[in-house]
Nanobody
Framework: QVQLVEFGGGSVQPGESLNLSCEVF????????MGWYRQPPGKEREWVAT???????SYTDTVKGRFTISRDNAKNTVYLLMNSLKPEDTAVYYC???????????????WGQGTQVTVSS
């Protein structure tokens, strides 16, 4: 059974940091592209970051320079380090896995259950 389990969400003040993790079970993690998406309250789900099988990374413009995606294949885990958090980063964050190159959410095969991140003073 495939499972993606996210950890690390919470409530923080603007400027603070959080480190999300997503542990993957039931698939060959090292052969999957991993992505982070988020859904702000009342809005559509949006792409945040991607890390390929080879370790190449990409980010949406609003998080560049503040967020870092990384992966540890030995631990079957992908991370999202979020620094300098802003109120507009408030959302439910989801990790996703794809066995092929994925450029849109619909191309991802598996999703986690989501973890809430709230940034508020």
């Amino acid at each position: 059974q495939v499972q993606l389990v996210e950890f690390g969400g919470g409530s923080v003040q603007p400027g603070e940091s959080l480190n999300l993790s997503c542990e993957v079970f039931g698939i060959l993690f090292s052969m999957n592209q991993m992505g982070w998406y988020r859904q702000p309250p009342g809005k559509e789900r949006e792409w945040v970051a991607t890390i390929t099988i080879g370790g190449s990374t990409s980010y949406t413009d609003t998080v560049k320079g503040r967020f870092t995606i990384s992966r540890d294949n030995a631990k079957n885990t992908v991370y999202l380090l979020m620094n300098s958090l802003k109120p507009e980063d408030t959302a439910v964050y989801y990790c996703a896995a794809s066995a092929v190159f994925a450029s849109v959410a619909a191309q991802y095969d598996y999703w986690g259950q989501g973890t809430q991140v709230t940034v508020s003073s």
